[in-house]
């Protein structure tokens, strides 16, 4: 269960405004990363940003170029989730291996806005907002077991024992 405040964006966020291109060949640490994020688009995020707090977007976020540093920063800025209409399939991938929930949800994100707060609910497959319950496909196990372990590096390290 995540409960936290709403960042609302558009369509088409794409990686170069979720992590800029001039930072992804610098040698930066999770928490570098998380001080660039969003940097194009938001210049408030980083510096406001609260672990827990909820992205709330339109359709193909993450959109753009494959890199990995786009879930990464937003992971290590504390984000909880993303919720968006639809996803870029790498970035949606990215997000999961990095232990960073992403929900698509049409049905209630237009009535989503900045400062909000959402609850969600990956065992029912409920975000609320509001009062009101939207449903959402609920996350396979196996994807819900990589998210818990935070990340498939340390899920796969579980698994064999090497933790």
Request: proline share 4%; charged share 25%.
């Amino acid at each position: 269960m995540i409960e936290g405040r709403v960042w609302k964006y558009g369509d088409d966020v794409n990686t170069d405004v979720i992590f800029p291109g001039k930072y992804t060949y610098q040698p930066l640490e999770p928490a570098e990363m998380a001080e660039h994020a969003m940097e194009n688009l938001d210049s408030s995020f980083a510096k406001e940003v609260k672990k827990g707090d909820v992205i709330v977007a339109g359709y193909n976020f993450g959109c753009g170029s494959s890199r990995e540093q786009a879930a990464t920063c937003l992971k290590a800025a504390g984000i909880a989730a993303v919720i968006a209409k639809s996803f870029s399939r790498i970035f949606f991938r990215n997000a999961i291996n990095n232990g960073l929930p992403v929900i698509e949800l049409e049905d209630g994100v237009d009535d989503m806005e900045k400062g909000d707060t959402v609850s969600i609910d990956f065992e029912a497959g409920t975000v609320t907002h509001k009062g009101n319950a939207y449903h959402f496909p609920a996350l396979p196990k196996e994807v819900l077991a990589i998210l818990n372990d935070g990340g498939l590096i340390p899920h796969v390290r579980k698994q064999l024992g090497r933790e």
